[in-house]
């Protein structure tokens, strides 16, 4: 999963919005804080500078000409306080009715300040935020000198507080989820490009184009350009290994011809021993050349019914002369992604082999089972001991003297499959001689299928 790039940029983008909505949270939280603190302030030292402008000296005490006219000063806890307490010893403070009994004093406030303000206990047990002022009225002599007590409640502050951050909170989980869509959203146009040159690029293994377009992104073209420079060095190697392996096999020919010519004068034990190595050093040659072939060919989509019928086409005059029937069985739409070269010697091997050991009927059928494409030649010739089927499809080996061959075609068979991810499975036919099953990839676009069995209900696994 992290090796994913869509995974990588939703989790940086879910990092990141995480971030940056915590630190949007904590900021706008301190800001509104001190703006709501800021206002309690102000409002306190209003009152206080209010109190302080109602204040006489009568008869040599402080006195109030008169109250602040908000009712919650009236009201015994009724969320705003004020208390004058004179610095002269033994002096009775003045206090609003909403402290009711409570006086407050210097002792009584709390060292530690919640938001700028000192706490006390209210009237009604619950805490209150408390300002002090020191102020003096009179001259001379005459002067008094005082501490103004201004209050409110703390639940009044917090209450506003958790008012502020629930819808803010909300505000904050809905930008959060349009960003995370929006991020979302930009991945998966930004790494369009990438799909679309995933898909170019199957197209080239698939065969049904040569390069990748250049239109695209201008970070993309780069990666583009590479990649189709890859592709005709690519081109060049093919028709260089196609000259090679011309050269190779015209190499070889003249040779081959000569000898089988000059073999001819030999002892008649002697000259099918030549000949027949002859032959397996022809067969030998064209496997090579097939397996260069298969390293640098591009893959195509090949129909296994057109290569079927057209090997069944050349094989029957020889059954036909034997009195063997063939019944084929595939699907016209099934098709399997490989070289027609490749597929054609892969089954005309099988099919030999098939048309050798048949006595009246050879079966041929394919189907897509699992993943792969099965291929499954059944014959009812006398068939192979199970513990001989690795031996046959080994190279030069033939476990049946009296149908004696070079022991290749199985072999090769086996060598073309596993250079497609494939491989040829060996088991008894239910006409009662061999079947030989060979399996290959599905093209990635079939639907899938039950699982790849032989005719003896064993899996048919490509590894």
């Known amino acids: 999963m992290t090796k994913s790039l869509r995974f990588r940029l939703a989790a940086g ?19 509104f804080e001190d703006y709501l603190a800021d206002q309690y302030a102000n409002e306190m030292a209003a009152v206080s500078d209010a109190l302080g402008a109602r204040l006489a000296i009568e008869n040599g005490a402080l006195s109030l000409v008169s109250e602040p006219s908000d009712p919650r000063f009236q009201t015994p806890a009724g969320g705003r306080y004020w208390q004058i307490t004179p610095d002269d010893p033994g002096a009775s ?19 530690d300040l919640y938001c700028g303000f000192h706490e006390a206990e209210g009237p009604d047990g619950a805490t209150i935020l408390v300002t002090v002022k020191a102020m003096s009225v009179g001259e001379g002599d ?37 960003l995370l869509a929006a991020a979302f959203l930009q991945g998966l146009i930004g790494l369009k490009p990438l799909v679309r040159l ?37 081109e060049t190697a093919v028709e260089r290994a196609r000259s090679r392996a011309s050269d190779l096999a015209h190499g070889l020919k003249t040779p081959l011809t000569v000898l089988s010519h000059l073999v001819e004068s030999l002892p008649e034990d002697k000259r099918d021993t030549a000949l027949q190595q002859i032959e397996l050093v022809r067969q ?15 893959m195509a989509t090949t129909s296994l019914l057109g290569i079927s019928g057209k090997l069944v086409s050349v094989l029957s005059p020889v059954t036909d002369g034997k009195g063997i029937g063939w019944k084929v069985d595939i699907d016209p739409t099934l098709t399997i992604e490989a070289d027609p070269a490749d597929v054609a010697e892969a089954m ?27 291929l499954r030649v059944g014959d009812d010739g006398p068939g192979a001991a199970p513990e001989n089927y690795a031996m046959m499809l080994k190279r030069g080996v033939s476990v049946d003297d009296a149908h004696a061959g070079s022991g290749l075609g199985l072999a090769i068979s086996g060598d073309i499959a596993e250079a497609y991810g494939g491989k040829i499975v060996l088991s008894r036919s239910d006409l ?18 039950t699982e790849a069995q032989d005719s003896a209900g064993r899996p048919v696994a490509l590894s």
Do not use: C
């Open 13 to 31: 983008a879910l990092v990141a919005i995480a971030v940056a909505l915590a630190l949007v949270w904590f900021v706008l939280g301190h800001l």
């Open 93 to 111: 403070p003045l206090r609003s009715r909403s402290l009711w009994d409570e006086e407050l004093t210097t002792a009584s406030l709390s060292k």
């Open 142 to 178: 005459a002067r008094k000198s005082f501490t103004i007590y201004t209050a409110f409640s703390k639940d009044e502050m917090e209450s506003s507080l958790s008012n502020y951050h629930r819808p803010l909170q909300l505000m904050l989980a809905a930008t959060g989820l349009l």
């Open 198 to 234: 995933r898909n170019e690029v199957a197209n080239i293994r698939a065969g049904r184009s040569a390069h990748i377009g250049s239109e695209g992104p201008s970070e993309v073209r780069p990666l583009v350009n590479e990649i189709n420079l890859l592709l005709a060095e690519r």
């Open 284 to 298: 030998r040659a064209d496997r090579q050349l097939q397996a260069a072939r298969m390293g640098v060919e591009r």
């Open 348 to 374: 005309g091997n099988i099919l030999d082999n098939a048309v050798r050991f048949a006595r009246s009927r050879i079966d041929v059928s394919a189907a897509k089972e699992g993943e792969a494409i099965i």
């Open 432 to 449: 009662g001689g061999l079947e030989v099953a060979l399996a290959l990839p599905a093209p990635k676009n079939l639907a899938p299928a």
